[in-house]
């Protein structure tokens, strides 16, 4: 058995308790992980605390070489890191692959956008400026971040919160999702070995429910960068011993047919967008509104592409793999069963072998069903069927989350109007909801969270602004 130690100042640390992680697929243990005390983590934070300012005063030069070696070893390693995300989360192994990809071209645009991030300066010239000075406002690390990154994406969920801001000269206590904890000490060895300084980058791990609270408190935490679900995100916004916060939350994003224009197209779309790895992603489509006639033409064309989604073994390369666990699979058997006890017609699906689930359409889904509000976070899609534009907008917004929604309609003018009645953090017209390119802002409303991602987002955040004026 395998046990993969926590590393706290660029040391692996020696503790009396592990975590078994398990493989999804097999239900089998597949390794074990520090299971860390209240003490061993206040040392993670003073290391980082100790770390912070020599690693801002090295210079962002330096910085920029080494997250471009780090970035090079993730590579070099792709195929490994790859097959322990495989066995920890049962991703499909060539969408492992495409995250570390992904991984490595965030880094390199991270750097490429601070590049282009420029001082701001004022002088009698400026408007507003009446006084002879020179002010200069320049962007300057926060200081200690917690980084707190999700099962279904541990590598580029990761690497977002933190390149950014080990970039500007922060340092971090990062704390993996328990599935993704294996990769998540593997990539923080590749930084050591890229030659980060020690404290700068440190890896906590333990179950969120026994650590999560002290991880949070800390008195050096400067800010916190969170994705997860929605009730951990609030307990954090209650407890928190930092007012500086970006959440990633929920998501129960709709897809919007104003016309019948297109739909094999468009059917096409929605499939790709609600099935793909199980459905675990915040940005799945989890439920399509049109009306009856559309309806109806466009539920065969969905149950053709959905048929046609391979379901099987990570290795294999399927869309659809065994969910995370058997409590959230247990969980989406529950809201298709709800809803077909209530009157949805199942459609497809609704089978299930432990925690694979074929993915299952469902049609005449009424908002008294449970999967109509719900997030999944599973195979499962939902047709609602409501016959004016107003009401689909209601309905829509009524949901608690609100982080995406795509809308699909031959008029850009109609579409573009419904859209601004929308209540998300972002909308789609005409593509899936999506998260990506990884240059624009990425955020959401209500329960889908709390605060701004993206790159340059994401770079403010980890930073504040110094100013500097000289009187002439």
Not at 393 to 408: E, R
């Amino acid at each position: 058995m395998d046990k993969f130690k926590a590393i706290i100042d660029n040391k692996e640390i020696e503790t009396t308790s592990y975590l078994d992680i398990m493989d999804p697929t097999t239900g089998e243990v597949y390794g074990q992980v520090s299971a860390l005390n209240a003490e061993e983590i206040d040392l993670a934070f003073k290391a980082a605390k100790s770390a912070q300012k020599d690693w801002e005063k090295l210079g962002v030069e330096k910085r920029t070489e080494l997250l471009i070696k780090w970035r090079d070893l993730m590579l070099e390693n792709e195929e490994d890191l790859a097959t322990t995300m495989m066995h920890e989360i049962a991703k499909a192994y060539k969408d492992c692959l495409t995250e570390i990809r992904r991984t490595a071209e965030y880094i390199d645009l991270t750097i490429a956008e601070y590049n282009d991030m420029e001082v701001l300066t004022f002088d009698k010239n400026s408007k507003g400026v009446t006084e002879d000075i020179h002010a200069e406002y320049k962007r300057i690390a926060k200081g200690v971040g917690v980084a707190i990154s999700p099962f279904n994406y541990p590598v580029n969920l990761t690497v977002s919160k933190l390149a950014p801001g080990l970039l500007t000269g922060n340092t971090f206590v990062y704390k993996p999702a328990t599935q993704g904890s294996i990769v998540g000490i593997k990539i923080t060895k590749l930084a050591v070995e890229a030659g980060i300084p020690a404290g700068v980058l440190n890896v906590v791990t333990g179950r969120g429910r026994d650590i999560g609270d002290v991880i949070v408190t800390n008195p050096l935490i400067d800010f916190i960068s969170f994705t997860g679900s929605v009730p951990v995100g609030r307990r954090l916004m209650e407890i928190s011993s930092s007012k500086d916060l970006v959440l990633e939350l929920g998501g129960k994003d709709a897809a919007i047919l104003l016309d019948d224009h297109n739909l094999e197209a468009i059917a096409k779309d929605i499939v790709a967008g609600a099935y793909s790895y199980s459905g675990q992603r915040c940005t799945a489509i989890k439920r399509v509104i049109t009306t009856n006639s559309i309806a109806d033409k466009l539920t065969p064309f969905l149950k053709d592409e959905v048929s046609k989604l391979s379901v099987g073994l990570p290795s294999e390369n399927p869309i659809i793999t065994p969910m995370i666990d058997m409590k959230s699979a247990d969980f989406v058997t529950d809201l298709i069963n709800d809803a077909t006890s209530k009157g949805a017609t199942l459609v497809y699906g609704g089978t299930r072998d432990k925690n694979l689930l074929t993915p299952t359409l469902l049609d005449n889904v009424t908002v008294d069903m449970n999967v109509a509000w719900e997030e999944p976070f599973g195979p499962v899609l939902p047709i609602i069927r409501i016959e004016t534009v107003e009401e689909m907008i209601k309905v829509a917004n009524k949901s608690n989350f609100g982080l995406q929604t795509t809308v699909y309609s031959r008029d850009i003018d109609k579409a573009y109007s419904v859209a601004e009645q929308l209540e998300v953090g972002t909308v789609n017209i005409n593509r899936r909801t999506q998260r990506g390119p990884d240059v624009l802002p990425f955020l959401g409303v209500k329960d889908s969270g709390f605060g701004v991602q993206g790159i340059k987002e994401t770079i403010i955040s980890t930073t504040r602004y110094r100013g500097i004026i000289i009187k002439k």
